[in-house]
């Protein structure tokens, strides 16, 4: 890599590391966790920076997805990597997020990735497919799935995760 | 509550997970780790200089139709100062340039076991253009699957099982198993199948006059281990199962039935068979739970 590059990847590393750690830790859970899925996806952006460069955030956005997913489906069983807040709650509302939170950390990795992927990246759902490598219809399809299951994990969210 | 409430609530409920992380306070030093891990000075060789480290014995594949697999003999020897740094780097990659990991949901980074100073490779094989090793220290073990100074795997920390008071080759009988595990093979960015390879391997230790270890798994697939100084290493390709939900993770049903020790002569020495329809995970971590297998002990 020659010094321009070296030095585009750096600017690019300085500008978007903030948002791109937010988002390892949603998907881990765990600080170092999340510092070391980012550092993986930004190794292996570096090494393809020169076909990457005009869109690197998605690429690395796409190798921690795809890395993290990897790693839940190899280890061969679901674990909530990273807790809410513990505490005895005397507010409604703070126990309705405290019981999302933690429905979040137990979903199954490509359910909690469609949902990271929609609702905190916010991205479209062709965009979405892409990243996974999947269809629209399967995005939409494990959506409505990631949803129900939500259901089901926390019952007391149930009349306010409707299906849509 | 319509579809946009649930966007709300969701987006919420990431965004507050999302505060809790900590900013990255040295991005210009996490880019110039992710450069030089992209080899952005030096790559590893895979070929001549780590074939040339690797053991004398080349593994042998024999695939379920019959069909006889042979590497490409080794290439000439390299100098050993080149050998010794490629080895090294082979090190730094399979630990990331730091101190091992405890596994998920444990410990993170575990300073006290080690820095890739004081892991050396242990035994190493070639799977196309991957490098699969185990690299090791007093204390225990680290198994990776690297190319081009990536690793796919978080280095985590295996103690050696079994007593190792009076050393690792102190155990009973000639061979001994350490580990079976599913690594994850490189493969390419952006291409979803490739996440599903895998290297189904086993790591253990043998005696001296041990000279051929040969591997058995179902569906009687077998491969002669790579050995190395008194460690050995045997792997086969692996991957997940499709299905037409693609949210349905059918692991992998690689089992290894047995291994087989032989002398230079031929003759058996010691065949270890696994206990019922085949050993698939098995690693000292696995030694603190109820009912622990029978290789955590010996």
């Not at chain 2, 900590?22 to 070929?47: I, K, N, Q, S």
Request: charged share 25%; aromatic share 6%.
């Amino acid at each position: 890599m020659n010094q321009e590059a070296r030095e585009s990847f750096t600017a690019f590393v300085a500008a978007r590391s903030g948002s791109l750690i937010r988002t390892a830790y949603v998907l881990t859970g765990d600080q170092h966790a999340a510092e070391e899925l980012l550092q993986n996806a930004l190794a292996k952006t570096a090494a393809r920076w020169r076909s990457v460069r005009d869109s690197p955030e998605a690429y690395v956005r796409k190798a921690m997805y795809h890395d993290q997913v990897s790693r839940w489906r190899r280890r061969g069983r679901e674990y909530a990597t990273g807790s809410p807040p513990e505490g005895v709650h005397h507010d409604a509302d703070v126990d309705l997020r405290v019981s999302l939170e933690r429905a979040l950390f137990a979903l199954p990795p490509r359910k909690r990735a469609v949902i990271v992927l929609r609702y905190f990246e916010d991205l479209p759902e062709a965009e979405i497919a892409s990243i996974m490598g999947c269809s629209v219809g399967t995005v939409r399809s494990q959506a409505h799935k990631a949803l129900a299951r939500l259901r089901e994990l926390a019952p007391d969210l149930a009349v306010h995760l409707e299906m849509s | 509550m319509n579809p946009e409430d649930n966007g709300r609530l969701l987006t919420e409920a990431l965004t507050r997970i999302a505060d809790r992380a900590d900013p990255v306070h040295d991005p210009a030093g996490l880019a110039e780790r992710a450069l030089r891990r992209a080899g952005g000075r030096r790559r590893v060789r895979t070929a001549a200089a780590l074939t040339a480290v690797a053991a004398a014995t080349a593994p042998l594949l024999l695939l379920g139709g019959g069909e006889t697999v042979r590497p490409a003999p080794p290439a000439a020897t390299a100098a050993p100062d080149t050998a010794a740094a490629d080895e090294r780097r082979l090190v730094n990659a399979c630990m990331h340039h730091g101190p091992p990991t405890g596994g998920m949901g444990g410990p993170h980074l575990l300073p006290k076991k080690g820095r890739p100073s004081d892991f050396r490779v242990l035994v190493s094989t070639e799977a196309g253009a991957e490098t699969v090793a185990a690299v090791g220290s007093p204390g225990g073990f680290v198994l990776c699957a690297v190319q081009n100074e990536l690793s796919t795997e978080p280095p985590y920390f295996l103690p050696w099982p079994g007593d190792i008071s009076r050393g690792l080759s102190s155990f009973p009988g000639k061979l001994r198993v350490d580990s079976t595990a599913f690594l994850t093979r490189v493969g390419e960015n952006g291409r979803g199948t490739s996440y599903d390879g895998l290297h189904h391997l086993v790591t253990g230790r043998f005696k001296p006059d041990v000279a051929r270890i040969e591997v058995v798994w179902n569906r009687d697939r077998r491969a002669d281990a790579v050995l190395r100084d008194g460690h050995f290493l045997a792997r086969i390709g692996s991957r997940y199962a499709k299905t037409d939900d693609i949210d349905v993770m059918v692991r992998p049903q690689d089992r290894i039935r047995s291994i087989t020790a032989f002398d230079a002569a031929g003759k058996v020495l010691q065949t270890w068979k696994a206990p019922g329809k085949g050993l698939r995970d098995f690693d000292s971590n696995t030694c603190r739970r109820p009912g622990a297998p029978a290789l955590c002990s010996g």
